[in-house]
């Protein structure tokens, strides 16, 4: 490319008449690093350009806001699991009592009709002693 | 319009939605968050797409628009200072562009432009759109959109002219 026609380009590309054919032109004119001096500062353009087109954004897309919700969730479940894991672990120990409870007041009833028994027979036995002394004060 | 349909016509220009939404907001992570949430938008409004012949254009008026939304608020927040903040993270792409003929000083240059020629810098000279396209998503005509070109080109230009004369950077 003749340095003339670059120039002239220059001049419509500064009044925004150049086309994007025009303008590639020049675009490729200022990548090849060898520059007519005094035109650097188009270089310098052109080169700002090319990097700033070059420029992505590594962040994914996302569409779904659901995730954001079940990060919620999950926080929500370990919460409710935590919760129930305290509450059914008191009950399960209340019902043991209970069991244990029971089991020993049936144990103590067992032992305290077998205990009347005796005294029954015991206060038989008191009567027969009665009779026995009556009997024999008598004599 | 199911997923895989919408991202086939939406994804191809997330690049540049990214770069304007930089150009407007300077921060790369502003930039990323409002690509995301312009994709959003795009996505709730899925089934009016086909109403546009060109979802492109349409898109990169969404993004202009909600850049500069965002810009006010920041504005009426009085939240300049997370502006400089930002600023400081992007040192490292800074100083590598530095390295490269002080192609920053550009950047630099178009930052200090009026919003209207700072885009249409963007959409032209970076994104190479035509003129029709520019005036659509601007809502211009291309005449204006001419103008504010070539103004925007000549004050770039002058700018570096004295700067490399002078040395003053």
């Known amino acids: 490319m003749e ?17 994007l054919q025009e303008e590639a032109t020049l675009k490729n004119y200022f990548s090849t690093g060898d520059v007519a001096p005094h035109l ?3 270089e310098s353009m052109f080169g700002y350009f090319a990097i700033s087109k070059a420029e992505t954004s590594a962040k994914p897309i996302q569409l779904n806001t659901k995730k954001k919700n079940w990060k919620w969730l999950s926080v929500a479940a370990s919460v409710a699991l935590l919760v129930s894991v305290y509450v059914g672990n008191g009950y399960l120990k209340e019902q043991e009592a209970r069991a244990q409870y029971a089991e020993v007041m049936s144990t103590l009833k067992l032992l305290s009709t077998s205990l009347n028994k005796g005294n029954e027979a015991m206060a038989s036995l008191y009567v027969y002693e009665d009779t026995v002394n009556k009997i024999f004060k008598t004599k | 319009m199911n997923q895989s ?3 086939k016509s939406v994804l191809p220009f997330k690049d540049k939605v990214f770069r304007l939404a930089k150009r407007l907001l300077v921060s790369t992570e502003e930039a990323e968050d409002a690509t995301q949430e312009l994709y959003f938008k795009l996505w709730r409004n899925k089934e009016k797409l086909a109403n546009y012949k060109n979802v492109e254009a349409f898109a990169m008026t969404m993004t202009k628009n909600y850049c500069f939304d965002r810009l006010k608020s920041k504005q009426a927040s009085n939240l300049t200072l997370v502006h400089s ?3 400081e993270k992007d040192t490292a792409l800074e100083t590598k562009i530095e390295q490269r003929d002080s192609v920053s000083q550009v950047h630099e240059l178009i930052d200090k432009l009026p919003e209207q020629q700072k885009l249409v810098i963007q959409l032209r000279d970076i994104e190479e759109y035509d003129f029709e396209e520019i005036g659509k998503m601007l809502d211009l005509k291309p005449t204006a959109v001419r103008v504010a070109l070539s103004r925007a080109r000549k004050t770039i ?6 700067q490399h004369n002078y040395g003053i950077i």
């Open chain 2, 157 to 162: 230009r002058q700018e570096l002219v004295k």
């Open chain 2, 85 to 87: 903040n930002y600023k």
């Open chain 2, 5 to 7: 349909d919408f991202l």
């Open chain 1, 3 to 19: 340095l003339s026609k670059i120039e002239q380009l220059l001049e419509k590309y500064l009044n925004a008449e150049t086309n």
């Open chain 1, 40 to 42: 650097q500062e188009y």
